[in-house]
């Protein structure tokens, strides 16, 4: 499994270094939803409160994860794209390839591909936003499930649309709400990294995340088999 | 030409043993019997060409007899592998070797680097690549070049490669000379008499068939996702 996992993952990374989409499409297309949501929000707007940040400033972590988020559906159409282009699917599933590995491999190269783009969009929306950091190792270990989360649940997702005409709109559709828990929990976990007045405790959100990383990673080795088999 | 005598021997002492068995197999797409009641035997060693009009269920054919396609009635076995139970049908495909319609490589990696990859996700040393790239000419200008940059031939050619290094006892091809030029054609004869010749079982759909005759001992038509006739190359108008 380990074996087909690290084969799967190096050919995807590889496959992104030759072809640059997550450098040239991805991260622009994230970096433009940042500037646009700090276009359609205005800095002037302030909070009551004794912190006075600005509208902007205290909405950052969620803006932030939406952007992720939808810069994450790109990642997940290439990487099941690539696959499903020239029937590559069929030639997996005839090579007898543990289905576990290949789940873990796609996984693993959307995981360090949205790493990559988490880190300039994370310094992005710190020019856009102006958010502040309290808690660096909060912040490092909710992106990191968060990340984790993302990409397993959302490769699952996109296998389930990998062999439909129709898979660029229904893979949004169906991953987005399984993803929304996700979403919420890396939110206020951001929070409490980011201010130190947050009214949220950080650490079980992150924790959830853990929970949530764990429940997808199960799911996701059970269930790829079948699914490649059926799609 | 004394060890060519000798295959074609065990060739044809190796002819009883049954490679396809179908009775009645019938492979639903979705709710579509795209297979409705295929009876077929294929014995071991035997070049067979499938025709039929486009729908026949040639394509569908090639793939339940590769393990994908489901076995949705009837019986069917590989071997002696039920392609009724999901493992078994898992099984079918370790010695068998599948070339559809699509050649399953990735553009944006070289001809190399997707040879290299098809080898180890099939457990095969990477450097067993090496002759096969020779054989198919694939080892010098073509071999760092991107495979979307290769002509549909050339990209053809690569996925051959990827078959040939599989060395499977029974190959399945869907049109193996479509998008081929000529000599592109005669180089995908010569390669099924060649893995023939070892004792490998080739079934193959093709549209060419005045060539196709050429390499096959026995012809199948498909129509309406049934075998409608079966025989000899030479019978077969």
């Known amino acids: 499994m380990l074996r087909d996992m690290w084969l799967i993952t190096v050919k995807d990374i590889r496959i992104e270094l030759a072809s640059r989409v997550v450098a040239a499409q991805i991260l622009p297309f994230g970096l433009l939803v940042l500037i646009l949501f700090g276009m359609a929000i205005s800095p002037d ?26 810069s994450s559906l790109m990642a997940l159409g290439r990487s099941f794209a690539v696959e499903s282009a020239d029937g590559n699917l069929d030639a997996i599933l005839m090579a007898g390839m543990d289905p576990a590995g290949v789940f873990l491999g796609k996984a693993g190269a959307v995981l360090a591909q949205m790493i990559a783009v988490e880190i300039v969009l994370g310094f992005g929306a710190f020019v856009v936003f102006g958010a502040p950091i309290d808690d ?29 005409r129709s898979r660029d709109t229904l893979v949004p559709l169906l991953a987005l709400p399984v993803l929304a828990p996700v979403l919420l929990a890396a939110t206020m976990a951001t929070r409490d990294a980011l201010f130190t007045d947050a009214t949220v405790a950080g650490w079980p959100w992150a924790m959830l995340l853990a929970v949530f ?16 088999e059926e799609t | 030409m004394s060890n060519a005598s000798s295959s074609t021997r065990d060739n044809n002492s190796s002819r009883s043993v049954k490679v396809v068995q179908l009775r009645g197999a019938i492979s639903l797409i979705n709710t579509f019997p795209a297979l409705a009641g295929v009876d077929l035997d294929v014995s071991q060693g035997e070049i067979v060409l499938l025709r039929g009009p486009n729908g026949a269920g040639k394509t569908t054919l090639l793939r339940l007899c590769a393990g994908l396609a489901p076995l949705s ?31 399953s490589l990735y553009d944006e990696l070289t001809v190399e680097a997707n040879l290299r990859f098809w080898a180890k996700a099939n457990r095969l040393d990477p450097k067993s690549v090496e002759p096969v790239m020779d054989r198919l000419a694939l080892n010098k200008r073509l071999r760092s070049v991107k495979v979307g940059a290769l002509s549909a031939g050339q990209r053809r050619r690569t996925a051959l490669a990827v078959l040939v290094c599989r060395r499977p006892k029974l190959w399945l091809l869907d049109e193996p000379h479509a998008g081929l030029d000529p000599a592109g054609r005669d180089f995908v004869d010569d390669l099924l008499q060649h893995a023939n010749s070892f004792g490998a079982t080739v079934i193959f759909a093709s549209h060419d068939i005045d060539r196709a005759q050429q390499v096959a001992n026995r012809t199948v038509t498909v129509v309406g996702g049934l075998v409608k006739g079966e025989g000899p190359v030479e019978n077969v108008a």
């Not at chain 1, 190792?137 to 499930?145: C, D, H, K, N, P």
């Not at chain 1, 990383?213 to 490649?228: D, E, K, S, T």
């Not at chain 2, 590989?78 to 699509?102: F, N, P, W, Y």
């Open chain 1, 45 to 70: 707007l302030a909070v009551v409160g004794p912190e006075r940040r600005s509208v902007l400033e205290e909405i950052a972590p969620g803006l932030f994860w939406i952007t992720v988020l939808l």
């Open chain 2, 73 to 103: 009635g009837g019986q069917g076995f590989i071997g002696e592998l039920d392609l009724s139970d999901r493992a078994q049908r898992r099984s079918v495909r370790q010695d068998t070797g599948l070339l559809g319609h699509k050649n």
């Open chain 1, 213 to 228: 990383a764990l429940l997808y990673l199960g799911v996701g080795m059970i269930a790829f088999g079948p699914l490649m």
């Open chain 1, 136 to 164: 660096p190792g909060l912040l490092a270990a909710t992106v990191a499930l968060a990340t984790c989360s993302i990409a397993l649940a959302g490769t699952l997702y996109a296998s389930v649309g990998a062999g439909l």
